[in-house]
């Protein structure tokens, strides 16, 4: 089975600081991961995905993430926060090159940014 | 702009009614997945298809909830008959493969 672990339910940055929430993943096979933000009464949107290429992966909005194997981990940073991302984050799961599975969300981070 | 489309965005419902949600995935999608979020157990996946056919739906209660995708234009959800504790927003997201799953707005539903 698969699952994620997001760390810490809610994190609060000044405007301008180090955005970092942190994301730790379980899977019995190589995963594919995401983060997806979601806005108040919206959906949820992608930021980023790996998907076995390239350990670091640069997403929208000035986020990325790195995957390390050794630490089991896809933690989300980005460098300078700013008002607008303040959301809540949301990391998944999928197994790579399966057919026939589906997302597995944490339960989310809420970010919050103060000026 | 190609978006899923969810109706309706609202339903306040009483409890023992039937309540249907309908989910337009983008055009092209063979996927499409059903989740529901609550506070407590945030996003939980409840059922999800591929090329219209039902691949898992475990995460549903069976005896009160239906998914099915009549055509490839539309999914829909079903609970009969609807319960308080039924109360959530539930989405529907469609992709192409295991990944990129795109979501609708969602559907926040209240039972009474």
């Known amino acids: 089975a698969q699952s994620v672990t997001q760390l810490g339910s809610h994190v609060s940055v000044s405007e301008g600081a180090l955005v970092l929430l942190r994301c730790n993943y379980s899977?019995?096979?190589?995963?594919?991961l995401f983060w997806y933000v979601q806005y108040p009464n919206q959906g949820l949107q992608l930021l980023l995905k790996y998907t076995s290429a390239a350990t670091l992966v640069k997403g929208i909005n000035g986020f990325e993430a790195e995957f390390k194997k050794s630490e089991t981990s896809f933690h989300l940073t980005k460098p300078s926060a700013h008002m607008s991302d303040a959301a809540e984050y949301f990391c998944?799961?999928?197994?790579?090159?399966?057919?026939?599975?589906?997302?597995?969300f944490g339960k989310g981070t809420t970010l919050s940014v103060s000026s | 702009d190609a978006r899923v489309t969810q109706t309706p965005r609202h339903k306040v419902t009483e409890m023992g009614q039937e309540v249907t949600m309908r989910c337009q995935p983008i055009l092209g999608h063979n996927t499409v997945f059903w989740y529901r979020q609550t506070m407590m157990q945030g996003l939980e996946l409840l059922a999800y298809?591929?090329?219209?056919?039902?691949?898992?739906d475990s995460g549903m209660p069976k005896d009160r909830f239906s998914a099915e995708m009549p055509d490839a234009t539309l999914a829909t959800l079903k609970i009969q008959p609807s319960e308080p504790r039924d109360s959530a927003v539930y989405f529907c997201?469609?992709?192409?493969?295991?990944?990129?799953?795109?979501f609708g707005q969602g559907t926040r539903l209240t039972v009474v």
């Open positions: 298809f591929r090329n219209r056919a039902p691949l898992d």
């Open positions: 899977s019995s096979v190589p995963p594919y």
């Open positions: 997201a469609s992709g192409l493969t295991t990944g990129d799953a795109f």
């Open positions: 998944a799961v999928t197994q790579a090159n399966q057919a026939g599975t589906a997302l597995i």
